[in-house]
């Protein structure tokens, strides 16, 4: 294994100009420069990471917290993150709350314990005072879907209100009149922003919310099955359903078929995400366009932007987009 000892008597410099070219110090001459790279070109020399983090007080490393490490919406998030933070020479460090308040707090201290130069936080626990002194311990910090005012320069969110009303009012001018719900976790904001879209669109036609129609549902697979079966029990007249995630509507498609209803003809369902699959079922389904690429590109735009002190003008509110299939059909 090559030394730092020996590029430096290739050179024919000391040590410490080695070390001192190798962090980019401003007091090393041209000359010297040159030599040692020349030396660690010829060599091969790898420099040793956890060293060149101790001179430089930089760990070349982000932190991210998600929800979970698996899922149509998590996994390109992250592949995305670590995919650009990967084009400036720095490493993705990744850990998951796993919906639970003390689960999220110990995955961010583990994060800083291992002095990342900057974290991207996806939290549904933790709450606005927390996340706050989060960002002062470590000022290069991206909060992703949720707004927190003392943070808005460095919060990234869609707009779930827009979302849910652009689903909505797609079914409402498609003629249904009897439009239920299946939301996500309420504890969750996005649920809640999601279904005052839906509330939203409702009033904009005059139609009376009715709390009977909106079920309690998951953005995950858990117990999505029977949330549908017993909004379908409490009332055969529903037309139409908008599900707060794509999984939530394949839920509703199981069901549909368990029980004779054929989904775009007797029933039409819009979703909300676009993940993959939505284009390859059938009917194709209509859902809301959750630009989850986008978000994962931003958010390490962001911390590397924060990181080096550079100017750049953060993206923090993305645009839903309703995509037309095939799962919504018009009422007479």
Known sequence: MITIKEVSELAQVSQSTVSRALNGHPTVKES???????????LGYKPNAFAQA?????????????????????????????????????????TSGQESHDKEADSIQFLQSRQVDGLII???QLSDDELIKVAKQTPSTIILNRYIPEL?????????ELGGYLATKHLLESGHTKVASITGQMSKIDSRDRL??????????????????????????SGNHEAVRRLLDR????????????????AVYDVCSERGITVGKDLSIVGFDNDTYSQHIRPKL????????????????????????DAYQLKTKLTPELICRDSVCKQD
């Not at 490393?61 to 149509?72: F, K, N």
């Not at 390109?76 to 720095?90: F, G, I, S």
């Not at 808005?152 to 779930?160: A, G, L, V």
């Open 122 to 124: 996806h939290s549904d």
């Open 196 to 221: 005052q879209g839906y509330r939203n669109a409702l009033a904009e036609f005059g139609i009376e919310y009715n709390a009977n129609l909106i079920v309690e549902g998951r953005f995950d697979h």
């Open 235 to 250: 009332d055969s007249d529903i037309t139409a359903i908008f599900c707060q995630n794509d999984n939530i509507a394949l």
């Open 32 to 42: 010297n420069r040159a030599k040692v790279f020349a030396a660690i070109e010829q």
């Open 54 to 94: 101790l001179a430089s007080s930089r760990s070349n490393s982000v932190g991210m917290l998600v929800g979970s490490l698996d899922g149509p919406f998590y996994g390109p998030l992250m592949h995305m993150a670590e995919d650009t933070v990967r084009q400036k020479n720095l490493h993705l460090i990744v």
């Open 152 to 160: 808005s320069d460095k919060c990234i969110c869609i707009d779930n």
């Open 286 to 309: 209509t859902t809301v366009n959750f630009p989850v690429l986008e978000m994962g590109v931003e958010a390490a735009k962001g911390v590397l932007a924060l990181l080096n002190n």
